[in-house]
T-cell receptor, first 111, second 115 residues
């Protein structure tokens, strides 16, 4: 079945540091890939998405590129802020059409 | 206007009780989901409805029963609550069950605590 593996957290960074959160997936066919963010006490909200190979999704300074050859969709940001502290989820929607989520990666950014 | 709204936000109840969580979406979506998030933030799909019909019913105890009176609502009823049911329950919706690229919109979650 479909599955998503993302790096375990927490990831702890200083403000303005570079962020990478790794995500790899297993799915049949050509899934769509997503990054969601969950702030404390809130539901998940879409951060960015990519629907086909080599597509780059981007939003609020975050980027991720759909790499079919490595089945990856790593999240990056060049300069993180304290306000980026949250839990980040990689997800896919494949042949089952049910959004499948990774285990989430907690990001803590210190001033 | 809240796109996906769940009530209540917090629910504290005793073991053995029966409780319901309500979910409504005003996005005009035809697909709705219930997810359970455990204390380690892991999200597990419980149910999926498309146009009021049950599509997916993962391995969930039959004490959990979803009900979809119309496309905009998906409620979750839980009988005989157990300590292990304590979690955050999220309702979500998306447009087009068989449309791969559409994202899910989530409610704020219901934190259920069974004591």
């Amino acid at each position: 079945g479909d599955s998503v593996t993302q790096m375990e957290g927490p990831v702890t960074l200083s403000e303005e540091a570079f962020l990478t959160i790794n995500c790899t997936y297993t799915a049949t066919g050509y899934p769509s890939l997503f990054w969601y963010v969950q702030y404390p006490g809130e539901g998940l909200q879409l951060l960015l998405k990519a629907t086909k190979a080599d597509d780059k999704g981007s939003n609020k300074g975050f980027e991720a590129t759909y790499r079919k050859e490595t089945t990856s969709f790593h999240l990056e940001k060049g300069s993180v802020q304290v306000s980026d502290s949250a839990v980040y989820f990689c997800a896919l929607k494949g042949g089952s059409y049910i959004p499948t989520f990774g285990r989430g990666t907690s990001l803590i950014v210190h001033p | 206007d809240t796109a996906v709204s769940q009530t209540p936000k917090y629910l504290v109840t005793q073991m053995g009780n029966d409780k319901s969580i309500k979910c409504e979406q005003n996005l005009g979506h035809d697909t709705m989901y219930w997810y359970k998030q455990d204390s380690k933030k892991f999200l597990k799909i419980m149910f999926s409805y498309n146009n009021k019909e049950l599509i997916i019913n993962e391995t969930v105890p039959n004490r959990f029963s979803p009900k979809s009176p119309d496309k905009a609502h998906l409620n979750l009823h839980i009988n005989s609550l157990e300590l292990g049911d304590s979690a955050v329950y999220f309702c979500a919706s998306s447009q087009g069950f068989a449309t791969g690229g559409t994202e899910a919109f989530f409610g704020q979650g219901t934190r259920l605590t069974v004591v």
